[in-house]
């Protein structure tokens, strides 16, 4: 289970250990603080942390250019243990190198907070996340119905490789506790505040995974 971080890091990140967060997601685009400094005190929590500098496009709050979104996200990998990159990114190959050779895990997401597209277009992103070299293929989508939720579920119960499927929003708040069930790997859940639609607190994710015997 995921906690995302953002504001006041280090206070969050303890918290979030405290509630049963078993992985951090620091969201670089939502923090003011040096991420450098704040990922070397972050390690001593004994967490592993995804980074992430998610552009305006995908839901992010990443104000420069995108220049500088990629080099800001490259400089940090030595201190994380995976990367998050979006698959529309266009320089997102310098980024997977970088994880590549630095010996950590690529997370290559795809986010659409308008709809849920139909079933071949979610395995297309999935299948060309993986092609592209993603350790796991991410997709987070808005549903307007209970059948686009499934559709999803679906999507992700027919996927070969490691896949993290989140339906946002009221209608898909469930499929943070669910998915796991059709193979998602990962959920996130919020500490403070949530950085996504639909998000659940840590403590009350991990209460809903633990009835169902699920660990992700």
């Not at 971080?5 to 280090?10: F, G, L, W």
């Not at 004994?46 to 995108?66: C, D, F, H, Q, V």
């Not at 030595?78 to 979006?86: L, N, S």
């Not at 139909?118 to 592209?132: A, H, L």
Request: charged share 25%.
């Amino acid at each position: 289970m995921v906690a995302s971080i953002s504001k006041n890091p280090i206070n969050t990140s303890i918290r979030a250990k405290e509630l049963g967060a078993n992985i951090l997601e620091l969201r670089i685009d939502l923090i003011s603080e040096d991420p450098h400094r704040i990922l070397r005190e972050l390690k001593e929590l004994g967490l592993p942390i995804i980074i992430t500098n998610r552009m305006k496009k995908e839901g992010g709050a990443w104000s420069g250019s995108e220049e500088e979104r990629i080099h800001e996200l490259m400089s940090l990998i030595p201190y994380a243990d995976a990367v998050d990159i979006e698959l529309c990114a266009e320089k997102k190959d310098l980024v997977i190198n970088e994880a590549r050779r630095a010996g950590k895990k690529v997370i290559i997401s795809t986010h659409d907070f308008q709809n849920t597209p139909d079933s071949e277009t979610m395995t297309g992103f999935i299948r060309e996340s993986f092609e592209k070299g993603a350790d796991i293929a991410k997709l987070a989508v808005m549903p307007h119905s209970l059948d686009d939720v499934l559709r999803l579920l679906d999507v992700t119960l027919h996927s070969s490789g490691q896949v993290c499927a989140i339906a946002m929003g009221e209608i898909g708040k469930h499929s943070r506790v669910m998915a796991p069930l059709y193979g998602s790997v990962m959920t996130y859940g919020y500490v403070d505040i949530p950085v996504a639609p639909g998000q659940l607190r840590v403590d009350e994710l991990r209460k809903m995974l633990e009835i169902l015997s699920i660990h992700p």
